[in-house]
């Protein structure tokens, strides 16, 4: 048993520690701090700025379409107005109704005969007379 050397058994023991670091809060330095505010707020202006450019590009083409809609309206508007006035003119012309009494009513000019003077009994009130101007077309 010479050569046989005791060998030492060791042990090894595993244990298992919970730690709660749920307490612990991270420092960070105020320059960092003071730094980060700085990007966001400059960011946030950057962004703003961009936000403002793009809904006044949007606004304007907006715009530009609905000015294009009222200049076709405006000239349909023009194109009813110039028919109607020429239409009120042909119905305002006297020939035409001259033509109208006496070819479809059958009217014609009174002779002489026909016209009789109307003398008032007595105590009857007259009526006055009012010239009121016929509505125009502007």
């Not at 991270?26 to 202006?45: D, F, H, M, Q």
Request: hydrophobic share 40%.
């Amino acid at each position: 048993m010479k050569g046989k050397r005791k060998r030492a058994v060791t042990a090894e023991f595993h244990t298992v520690k919970r730690i709660d670091n749920s307490r612990l809060v991270r420092s960070i330095e105020p320059a960092k701090l003071r730094n980060l505010w700085r990007t966001v707020a400059l960011g946030s202006l950057v962004a703003a700025f961009f936000m403002l450019y793009i809904f006044q590009h949007f606004r304007c083409i907006d715009l530009s379409f609905q000015l294009e809609d009222l200049k076709g309206q405006q000239t349909k508007a023009a194109a009813l107005n110039s028919e109607l006035k020429l239409e009120i003119a042909g119905l305002r012309d006297p020939m035409r109704i001259d033509v109208i009494a006496r070819r479809r009513l059958g009217l014609t000019e009174p002779l002489p005969t026909h016209v009789q003077d109307y003398e008032a009994p007595d105590g009857a009130e007259e009526a006055a007379v009012q010239y009121v101007r016929p509505n125009r077309a502007p």
